[in-house]
């Protein structure tokens, strides 16, 4: 084997080595060394490993190249740009990121691919991944086993397909309805929000993957992404939110890595934010992974360097020649290169990338199927369901009219990064000169209606003339109109409107048509002016690769539903804490590029404030507080049985409390309750009324009855103390209430703590 090393006029040496040194998935010798030594722990043998490192091989890890970048052509004196380019376009697996590894120590290259529903970037060699349903879709489950099952699978295709680390695991907690990327993060409520997320990190790790959480932190909103500035002064507030989702999932998953975020957070970019990348996530967590920035992020070298942030991605303006210099200055010592070199190979040898590197197959797409129809069937909404309109009977149903959204042919996704692509190509073509819209996944909603009802007479109108879409609800039996909202990473939507018209056309067919059903296909929530004229509406997300045969399960009534809404639904944008996204002033918006939020590109406008406002009342916290009706409150989902609540004690524990009570079946049907607990603090505390702390999915057979008991740990009771930097339990009376949602608490008692 040949191997070049390259001297760069920076005085930057890296050695250089052929295609699949690294990979060692292609018959190459194990490396040797005492850091091979598997019965070390990982930050022993990371240690041993860094002894053996030249300053340039350590540098050589704290930056990559995109994965699918091009190549340079010449040997002549490349910059250190080029080099990592020409080691891209040779090892990469063509994923969002990559790294090249250094063979003569063993260490391996890292294969990074965005993975939040899936393994993306398919066509970049012609791969299949199982598109599973959005992150909110899944969080609607409030199945932590689940969750973990969903990582897994993504953690199997990743290392089917050639990767070693995911990027996706984002828990940003829905601040704003209208944020483009709601779709990828797991709802509203930090506790329950970190918790799935964690166990979905779980699970990708669990297959020797390292996996990322993501983008820390404060990035809620697409607008302005690169050039906003998060002003959030309250130490409390912060910790309670936003960054208490990052800790659980953190906590729960020992994630391998953090990615930070485009914005800015009070006057700091999150990827060079000392308060946030040392203070809290290495001091307070004692997290002992990396960082790394998201694509473009990194916006200096000694700064970001000092403040935490471990790699520069993609690309070398801070982090390879110029950090070497600022080592050589004295500005970086050399202890915090040691420092970023020794998290990266610690957590590589943690995870086993260097013991079990991964070894390509097909993936099983069968499998997947499976996995993906069951977290679709588990995180559909029945948001409402009067005169028991569904489920639907096959045997007597005459005529079924399914109406818009390309429901003949497929399902909707979220677009971006998290982009899973569809096999055979979007199942949407664009038209001839058309720009593509939203990608389909082909999973016919029509044809698995027609499966289910094959007596029926089932027709299709594509919903764009909303009289034509009414005459043919006029002449059918039941009417049921697909609404997709179409979103993406790099902008938000600008409304809780539906988009298309859709409201119209709702209202068109529900007017024709008393027994109109509506299939929500959304990224987050939407407005609903319609819905006093419809009978039923079921949220169904982005529900994936078999979310069609998921939807026809629930509206036939083969499957039960059980899932409940993580985000609230509110009446109009007003009733939210701000009525719109943040943006620029008008003045200084050009008017291209006015969201600034572009993938990776730094924006088209001045900086901007984000001044968040409602302080610890975000999402439900912030209709309790304020007394304001949702449309559908946080929490809520029904079931085609019916629950009943009695018998609440709640004692206190060691540190927490111990919450039990009477879950009664009281339908024809076996269902799954999400019976949720709630606590409201001591006055003294000024916290919101109340937050989620407990929560458990109960299968009851019909007519059968169980104890149902929920242990609530302190910390989900407690409060963050700034000044004492530190969580505390305030002793006073908590008022425990239990019940279907956050709006709907049939059972309440009072307990007294730390007295
Ligand atoms: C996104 C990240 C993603 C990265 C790599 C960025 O634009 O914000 O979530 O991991 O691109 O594709």
Not at 271 to 276: A, I, P
Not at 693 to 704: H, K, N, S, Y
Request: net charge neutral.
């Amino acid at each position: 084997m040949w191997r070049l090393v390259f001297v760069l006029a920076a005085g930057l040496t890296l050695a250089v080595v052929p295609m699949w040194p690294q990979g060692r998935g292609r018959g190459a010798a194990t490396p040797q060394g005492p850091w091979m030594d598997a019965k070390l722990s990982p930050d022993e043998r990371a240690s041993l490993l860094l002894k053996e490192m030249t300053l340039d091989e350590k540098i050589q890890m704290l930056h990559g190249g995109p994965g699918g970048g091009r190549g340079a052509a010449s040997d002549a004196a490349p910059t250190v740009e080029q080099l990592t380019q020409r080691l891209v376009a040779t090892r990469s697996n063509g994923g969002a990121g990559f790294i090249p590894g250094i063979a003569r120590l063993g260490i391996p290259d890292l294969q990074m691919a965005d993975a939040a529903t899936g393994v993306t970037r398919g066509n970049a060699r012609s791969r299949y991944s199982t598109a599973l349903p959005s992150n909110l879709a899944a969080a609607c489950s409030w199945d932590p086993k689940l969750a973990f099952e969903y990582g897994a699978l993504i953690g199997r295709e990743l290392r089917d397909q050639g990767y070693n680390m995911s990027l996706g695991g984002g828990v940003n907690i829905m601040r704003d309805p209208r944020n483009g990327r709601n779709f990828e993060y797991w709802g509203e409520d930090p506790i329950l929000a970190g918790y799935l997320d964690g166990q979905s990190i779980k699970g990708v790790q669990a297959q020797g993957v390292m996996g990322d959480v993501k983008h820390f932190a404060f990035n809620d909103q697409e607008t302005g992404r690169n050039i906003g500035d998060v002003k959030m002064a309250d130490k409390r507030v912060m910790r309670e939110t936003d960054l208490l989702a990052f800790e659980i999932a953190l906590r729960e998953s020992d994630a391998a890595a953090v990615m930070c975020a485009y914005n800015k957070l009070n006057g700091d970019w999150a990827c060079e934010n000392s308060y946030l990348l040392n203070d809290v996530l290495k001091k307070a967590w004692g997290h002992k992974g990396f960082v790394l920035s998201d694509w473009g992020g990194t916006h200096s070298t000694t700064k970001a360097a000092l403040a935490g942030l471990d790699i520069e991605m993609p690309g070398s303006t801070y982090f390879a020649g110029a950090l070497k210099k600022a080592v050589e200055g004295g500005e970086v010592p050399m202890t915090r290169i040691d420092d970023m070199v020794r998290r990266i190979l610690r957590s590589e040898f943690a995870l086993g990338l260097f013991d079990r590197p991964p070894v390509q197959q097909v993936v099983d797409v069968f499998g997947g199927f499976e996995l993906a129809q069951r977290v679709a069937e588990s995180s559909i909404v029945l948001l409402k369901n009067a005169s028991s309109q569904l489920p639907l009977n096959a045997a007597s149903v005459q005529s079924i009219a399914v109406i818009g959204s390309h429901a003949d042919v497929g399902v909707p996704s979220g677009g971006g990064s998290a982009q899973v692509l569809p096999p055979g190509g979007n199942a949407v073509k664009a038209a001839p000169g058309g720009r593509g819209g939203a990608v389909y996944y082909p999973s016919s909603p029509l044809k698995a209606i027609r499966a289910k009802a094959p007596r029926a007479k089932v027709e299709y109108n594509d919903g764009t003339d909303p009289a034509a879409a009414a005459a043919l609800a006029k002449r059918s039996s039941v009417a049921i109109v697909f609404c997709a909202q179409p979103t993406s990473e790099g902008r938000d939507v600008p409304s809780l409107q539906l988009p298309d018209k859709l409201d119209e056309l709702v209202a068109a067919v529900a007017a024709a048509n008393p027994h109109t059903i509506v299939v929500l296909e959304t990224g987050g929530p939407v407005a609903m002016p319609w819905i006093e004229k419809t009978n039923a509406v079921l949220e169904a997300w982005y529900p994936g690769i078999r979310g069609a045969e998921a939807i026809a399960g629930i509206l036939f009534g083969d499957v039960n539903p059980s899932a409940k809404t993580t985000v609230t639904f509110a009446k109009s944008d007003a009733d939210w804490p701000h009525e719109k996204v943040f943006g620029p002033p008008p003045s200084v918006a050009p008017a291209a590029d006015a969201a600034g939020g572009g993938r990776g590109g730094r924006g088209g406008t001045a900086p901007f404030d984000i001044t968040y406002t409602e302080g610890l009342k975000v999402g439900y916290k912030w209709f309790d507080a304020e007394n304001k009706d949702p449309l559908f409150a946080f929490g809520h989902g029904l079931s085609y049985t019916t629950f009943a609540y009695s018998g609440l004690r709640v004692t206190a524990s060691t540190g927490g409390v111990q919450v039990s009570f009477t879950l009664k079946n009281n339908g024809k049907r076996e269902g799954v309750e999400i019976a949720q607990v709630y606590a409201g603090l001591p006055a003294s505390t000024n916290e919101p009324p109340r937050r989620l702390v407990g929560w458990q999915r109960v299968p009851l057979a019909a007519g059968e009855s169980k104890t149902v008991t929920i242990p609530v740990g302190g910390f989900h009771l407690s409060v963050f103390n700034a000044e004492k930097d530190g969580w505390e339990l305030v002793p006073g009376e908590y008022q425990v209430s239990v019940g279907a949602s956050s709006r709907n608490l049939a059972l309440k008692a009072a307990v007294s703590l730390g007295r």
